[in-house]
C-alpha cells in the first residue's frame, strides 16, 4: 500500500492506492450521496413538509392549552373575530356590485 502526500495551497491530500481504499473511498461517497439525495426529497416532498407542519403547529396548540387555556381562547376569538370580518366584506362587496 503507498499513499502519497501531495500540497496544493498549503493543503494535504491523501490519495488512496489500493484496492481497499479505493473500495472504502467509493463507499463513503456513494453514502453521502445518498445523504443528499434524501435531504433534497425531504425539502422537495411538498406533501410531508404540510404534514409535518401540520403535526407541529397541533402539537404546539395542544401545549398551549395545556400550559395557558386563556391564551388559546384568545388565539381562537382572534381567528373567529377575523374569518368573520373577511366573510362579511367578501358578502358585503358582492351585495354592493349586484345592486
Request: glycine content about 8%; aromatic content about 2%; proline content about 3%.
Amino acid at each position: 500500500m503507498k499513499i502519497e502526500n501531495t500540497h496544493s495551497a498549503g493543503s494535504a491530500a491523501v490519495v488512496p492506492h489500493g484496492k481497499a481504499e479505493l473500495r472504502d473511498e467509493a463507499k463513503r461517497a456513494r453514502a453521502q450521496l445518498a445523504s443528499t439525495l434524501d435531504a433534497i426529497e425531504y425539502k422537495l416532498n411538498l406533501p410531508k413538509q404540510l404534514r409535518i407542519t401540520r403535526r407541529r403547529m397541533r402539537l404546539a396548540l395542544i401545549r398551549l392549552g395545556d400550559d395557558n387555556p386563556l391564551a388559546l381562547v384568545g388565539i381562537a376569538l382572534g381567528v373567529g373575530i377575523s374569518v368573520g370580518a373577511m366573510v362579511w366584506v367578501g358578502a358585503n362587496s358582492i351585495v354592493s356590485k349586484r345592486s
